[in-house]
């Protein structure tokens, strides 16, 4: 199998900071043509329809295969941190110093939430470490945070944390909500 040295940087994954986009790690595609031709896409052959396909879905003909560029991963460190709207502007400075000091390990998702029930506003961020490092620096403006309604943070392996993720979502939101 041929590896393609395309690269680039960004994306929604905890991984995209070192190992980019999904579709920029495709390394060829198989794919049947209109006029019914099956030809193999890559870096060196149809590399116009290679490209095109990182962004195209579907458009250009049905795709039968891919390969795609892996990478290993062990353990990591990572989960959620749930917190009142209160602790809004110490994450803010949190984020300011993530990307003033960049770590291409560190992902987080922060997103803003609201509780009919308790008729307020929390901060839900989910953080991710892709190193097995627990309690990395860049993430104490998150982890430290006081008050917390939830800390899930712990080193795990992916395959774990999404069984996990389910099962702890499960306990939060109500039955058909998720």
Same mark, same amino acid.
């Given at each position: ?5 395309? =690269? ?6 905890? !991984?995209?900071? =070192? ?9 060829? *595609? ?7 031709? @099956? @030809? ?30 892996? !990478?290993?991963?062990?353990?990591? *460190? ?14 803010? =400075? ?10 291409? &390990? ?17 901060? !839900? ?14 993430? =104490? ?30 306990? &939060? ?6």
């Amino acid at each position: 199998m041929q590896t393609s040295n395309v =690269r680039n940087v960004g994306g929604i994954s905890y !991984f995209s900071a =070192r190992e980019g986009l999904v579709c920029d790690n495709i390394i060829g *595609y198989e794919i049947a043509l209109s006029s019914g031709a @099956i @030809i193999h896409a890559n870096q060196t052959s149809h590399s116009d329809l290679w490209r095109a396909l990182k962004g195209g879905s579907s458009n250009f003909g049905i795709v039968t295969r891919f390969d795609i560029r892996t !990478f290993p991963q062990g353990p990591f *460190y990572g989960g959620v941190v749930s917190s009142p709207i209160s602790t809004l502007d110490a994450q803010l =400075r949190g984020f300011v110093e993530l990307l003033e000091d960049f770590d291409p &390990y560190a992902a987080i998702i922060m997103s803003m939430r609201w509780n009919k029930d308790s008729d307020s506003f929390s901060i !839900f961020c989910n953080l991710e470490y892709t190193k097995e490092e627990s309690d990395p620096a860049c993430f =104490r403006p998150f982890t430290q945070v006081q008050p917390q309604f939830l800390n899930t943070m712990r080193i795990s392996t992916l395959s774990k944390k999404l069984s996990d993720f389910d099962a702890e979502a499960g306990k &939060y939101v109500k039955s058909g909500l998720r």
